[in-house]
């Protein structure tokens, strides 16, 4: 079974119609990703799955459960979660303590019959865990602030792996990183593939080209192709669509 089924899915802004009546379907394990151009509504959809935008109309299933009316945080509940751009990175604390707040956020109070102590290193732990998941355990006592921006993305997907996602949207994670350290994120990314379902909003095509088990393409509002990187690549809509001579 499917882990995510859009069907139908509306929004529109005054006149505009940024989702239109769009049908998507994300399988256990895959990374998805959703290219599109500028204005495609590539960003709106993501916000649509995540909780963050209404629906005007229209269907989102997650495991087989109608979510497209719950509000962000019981979608999160339920294991859906988007990496949020760095603003949702506290500067002034260490790079652990970022992601041991996330952790604590998630496990609530479950952890608290347990004392202080054991609390703070179980959520070390979990923490520890998902630093290393994504390459920063030798920066876990820098403070976040002085990261640099490669590795700002890199613990941005630390928390939320941390929230232990069973689907993991990614609004793209390459935005404004230089060669190296899109290097690196690419392959924390491939290393999560198989293990956290993702749905990945990218620019960067070379990147989108390799990492992906299946390619959606959003061309105002509507998905015109799915499949694989090379399915979608030769497809002529979407060459004459979006691509062009990139492809
Ligand atoms: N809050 C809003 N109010 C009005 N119009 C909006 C709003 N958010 C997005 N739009 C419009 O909806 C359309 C789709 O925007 P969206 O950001 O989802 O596209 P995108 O595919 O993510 O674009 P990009 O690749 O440039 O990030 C655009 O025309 C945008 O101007």
Redesign the pocket.
Known sequence: MSLLVVDKLCKR??A?K?TDDLALSVEPGELHAII??????????IAQLSGEARCDSGSIRFDGEEISGLPMHRRVARGLSRSFQITSILPGFTVLENVATAVQAREGSSFSFLGRVADESALNDQAVTALGRVGLTDRAGTIAGSLSHGEKRQLELAIALATKPRLLLLD?PLAGTSGGEAERLVEVMRSLKGEVTTVL?E?DMDAVFRLADRVSV?VYGRIIATGSPDVVRADPQVRAAYLGEEA
């Open positions: 802004y005054g505009l940024v599109g151009p500028n204005g495609a509504g590539k960003s709106t959809l793209e909003i620019h959003l």
